[in-house]
Structures are given as C-alpha cells and as structure tokens.
C-alpha cells in the first residue's frame, strides 16, 4: 500500500470513529454547548409545544440529586418552563421503554424474579429493580394501567406491590 492511499484511508477512519463519537454524545445529552433532548416534550399545558418530541425546544439545564438519584433538569426554550425527569407521570422521561416497562412489571407481579425479567428483557438486575422502585413509588397510577391487562383483582395487586417495596 502506498503512503498515500493509506493516509487517505487512516482520515476515513478518523472521521468516522468521529462521526459515531459525535452521534454516541448527541444521543446521550451529556456534552456539547447546547445538547438538545429530543425525547423530551415540555409539560406545560399551555405551551405551543406541550406533549410534542423533537422540537428542538428542550434544552438540558444541568442536574440535580434527588433521593440518591441523579435528576436530569430541562428547560424548554419556547416558554421558559423548568422541569425535570420526574415531572409528570411514571413514564414521563421513559417513554420509548413504555411497554418493556409494563412487561418487566407485569413479570414482576406474576412473581419471577429480578434475574429472571432482566435475563428475558435482555437487561441488567439493576435496571429492573429501578423500574420496580419507581413503579411501587408511584404504585396507584401503574396499578390502573396494568389492572387492565392483568386479571389481578385490586387487593392482591397491593399486596405484591407491598412485597416489590419489601425486597
Ligand atoms: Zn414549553
């Protein structure tokens, strides 16, 4: 190979481990002047982009640590409104994992273990535990989704959600 071809072949490849390093960053949210969060929508009812993703109006300002738990703070350009992850319902900063969600916690209900859900959803112990952490903090609103898929009668479903928190 000459060097000349091979130079040219080496800033290819520089550019592209840039490319993905670039696109890695934007995708996570941590870096850059201005990162945008396309999978946020602005909470405030009365703003013209209130429930709508990939505005580009969502700005990441900075975090917080609430509860042992890093908290991502937002702010929305169009009207000023401040929020964060837990603004809103269970699934508001979780959206695109709604029904893997429902799943690990219809699993859970049905009684298999932390280690069986992740092997089957294909994620870590970890996660799952925080997904139930968060679902038992805010057990009520969950408990309506799931009623209706689960033939579980309201009594029993307070009783496992008792155990969730217990373990
Ligand atoms: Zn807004």
């Known amino acids: 190979m000459t060097n000349e071809i091979y130079s040219f072949l080496s800033s290819i490849f520089i550019e ?23 999978d946020v929508a602005c ?58 969600i429902d799943l690990a916690l219809k699993m859970a209900l049905k009684g298999m273990s932390e280690e069986a859900i992740a092997d089957v959803l294909g994620i870590t112990p970890p996660t799952v535990r925080r997904w139930l952490d968060r679902a038992a903090e805010s057990c009520d609103k969950v408990n309506e989704n799931l009623m209706k898929d689960l033939d579980v009668p309201k009594i029993e479903m307070d009783e496992i959600w008792v155990i969730i928190k217990k373990k």
């Open 43 to 100: 909470p405030n009812h009365s703003c013209k982009y209130y429930g709508l993703t990939g505005e580009g109006n969502i700005v990441g300002n900075g975090t917080s640590v609430s509860r042992g738990e890093k908290v991502r703070k937002y702010i929305c350009r169009h009207c000023g409104t401040v929020f964060n992850d837990h603004t809103g319902t269970f699934y508001y900063d979780l959206r695109k994992e709604e029904s893997v």
């Open 16 to 38: 592209l481990i840039l490319y993905n390093i670039n696109d890695i960053i934007s995708f996570m949210g941590k870096r850059g002047p201005k990162p945008q969060f396309t």
